[in-house]
Nanobody, 122 residues
Framework: QVQLVESGGGLVQAGGSLRLSCAASGRTFSTYDMGWYRQAPGKGREFVASISWSGGTTYYANSVKGRFTISRDDANNTVCLQMNSLKPEDTAIYYC???????????????WGQGTRVTVSS
């Protein structure tokens, strides 16, 4: 079982940037597609972005397309989310996980970590 630890969240003004990181345990990290998800206050968890095991294919939710960039570093078992032009509606707890497949991204393979909180002020 892979364990996931997210970091990098914080308080930022609208229009600002943050870079989130997710450290994963396990020697098979490089074989998994990885993704970022978020849960806003009072709402369900939603898909944000994913990257294929090879790093060659990425998917983004329409709400973040053009503003967020997902990347991975298999040598260090990490996946990152660069978030630019942040909006108050991006306020949420952000989690990483491995989507069940390239086409089933709302289901995940591992237990959720504690997440990292992002707050965007207007």
């Amino acid at each position: 079982q892979v364990q996931l630890v997210e970091s990098g969240g914080g308080l930022v003004q609208a229009g600002g940037s943050l870079r989130l990181s997710c450290a994963a345990s396990g020697r098979t990290f490089s074989t998994y597609d990885m993704g970022w998800y978020r849960q806003a206050p009072g709402k369900g968890r939603e898909f944000v972005a994913s990257i294929s095991w090879s790093g060659g294919t990425t998917y983004y939710a329409n709400s973040v397309k053009g503003r967020f960039t997902i990347s991975r570093d298999d040598a260090n078992n990490t996946v990152c989310l660069q978030m630019n032009s942040l909006k108050p509606e991006d306020t949420a707890i952000y989690y990483c996980n491995a989507p069940l497949s390239a086409t089933v991204r709302n289901l995940v393979k591992f237990n959720w970590g504690q997440g990292t909180r992002v707050t965007v002020s207007s």
